[in-house]
C-alpha cells in the first residue's frame, strides 16, 4: 500500500467549508482507504491505498466532498516521498531562521508557466521572497511584516490553483506520513 497526504483546499478557513475532521475521516474510510488520520483542523488527511494514480484518488475524494457536504474543493494528493522532496527543495532554511521568518509551501494545480512565474516575482520586496520547484511555491516573510504584509492572490498572478501550508505543518505532515 502506499501512503498518502491529502491537502484540501480551503477547508475550516475563515468559517467557510467547515466539515468536522472525524466526519472527513469516515467518508475517506467508506472508500477502503487504510489508516486514515488527520491533522489539525484544516483539512490535512494521511491515508494508505492500494490506488497508484494520485488522479483518481484526487477526483474520488472532490467527488466525495461535493456528494456529502455540497462543496466543490480543491483536493492534492500526495505520496511522503513527493512531501518530503518538497520540503527538501524549500530555499529558505525554515528551520534555521524560524525566529525570524514565517515560511510556506503553496502545492499547485501544475507547474505555472514562465510567464505567470515572471509576473510573480516581480511582485517580491522588502517584505517577501518567493521561489519555485516543479508544483510548489515556496514564499517566506519576516515574522515583523506578518500583519502588515500586502495581500497578494497568487493564485490569480499565477493562473493555477493551489493549497498553502506552512513550514511546521509541511514538517509535521512528513513525519505523520513517513
Known sequence: MIKYVALIRALNVGGTSVIKMADLKKMFESFGL???STYIQ???VIFKSKESSQEKLTAKIE?????????ELRVFVLT?????KAADHNPFQPDADDKDRI???????E???AGHQKALMEQQGKEYKFAFWEKVFYLSYSRESAGKRRNLNFEKILGVYGTA???KVVDSLIELGG
Request: avoid cysteine.
Open 34 to 36: 487504510a489508516e486514515v
Open 42 to 44: 484544516s483539512g490535512n
Open 63 to 71: 467527488k466525495g466532498i461535493k456528494a456529502s457536504w455540497g462543496k
Open 80 to 84: 511522503a516521498a513527493q512531501l518530503q
Open 103 to 109: 515560511s510556506h509551501l503553496m502545492f499547485l494545480s
Open 111 to 113: 507547474k505555472p508557466d
Open 165 to 167: 501550508r506552512t513550514w
